[in-house]
């Protein structure tokens, strides 16, 4: 994945980027609070983080020390589904939501290795997270990458404001990677979901990324973690839960499974470890 700072060194940082930088006194959110972009960031090795971030992350590796691990297998999922979609499923649109802060292999690096007309809108929640998208994800000048400053919550206006890159006529991948998690079952991820396939024509697909609560029993430890640091609250959920939200469409081959499993390059990916549910649909 091109990721060269291991668990140990990102655990003895103390500062980062993020804190020298001059324009950390105008950003509108509360660095003093945890989000869950900038906890990933770093595990990830990155340097787009907070003291509060970096407190929560060390908190949830006391509880699962390979949680790094599976972030990065997470990372990988992501690229072996674009490479899926672009390469085998013929997609050339791809709307990212829950972008979080630029790694390795973002959508448009891996969608447009394979087809440089490819178009991506990236969506995220996080100013910092846009501003860094704006400096970072260029794109192939033969397609295009936008990026939305918008919630997940509020799927409509992602629509919307998509609708002015994408050619809505045409098929669009909806990528959810690591992101319903963070929405609760009083806010119905399943409408939220249905409200944005429901917007995409027929040939159009849906991944998505979510971690487990019956994968490995130190998740309720971790969720509970996260939940007393960082903004916002985590619910994990179990295979048949994930597997509700792609309700009304084909699950492609081999459908619900642990992310390592799906379509793995290899034996050593497969065995890579993560307690992480993903898949891939087709809306008929």
Known sequence: MGLSVECG????????AADEDPRAGDQIFDTGVAHMARVYNYWLGGKDNYA???????RVLEAKPDMVHG?????????????????????????????GIPSANNTHEVAQAIAPQARVVYV?????????????????PKGSTTYIEADLRD??????????????????????????????????PAALVATLM???????YLAIS??????????????????????GHVTFRDRDEVTRLFDGLELVDPGVVRISAWRPDSELVARAPGSVWGAVGRKP
Do not use: C, W, Y
């Open 71 to 99: 972030v990065r297998s997470n990372r990988a999922f992501l690229t072996r589904v674009v490479r899926f979609l672009a390469q085998e499923a013929g997609i050339r649109q791809f709307l990212d939501i829950g972008t």
């Open 124 to 140: 995220d929640n996080d100013p910092i997270v846009l501003a860094h998208a704006h400096a970072l994800l260029v794109s192939d």
């Open 198 to 204: 429901d917007a995409v024509p027929p040939g159009s």
């Open 9 to 16: 060194s990102v655990a003895t940082e103390e500062n980062s």
């Open 52 to 58: 509060a971030d970096r407190r929560a992350a060390e």
């Open 210 to 231: 979510h971690p487990s609560s019956d994968l490995d029993e130190r998740g309720a430890v971790v969720a509970k973690r996260l939940n007393e640091m960082v903004a």
């Open 155 to 188: 799927p409509e206006k992602i629509l919307t404001a998509a609708r002015q890159s994408l050619d809505f006529s045409q098929p669009v991948a909806v990528m959810l990677i690591a992101i319903l998690h963070l929405i609760e079952d009083s806010e119905n």
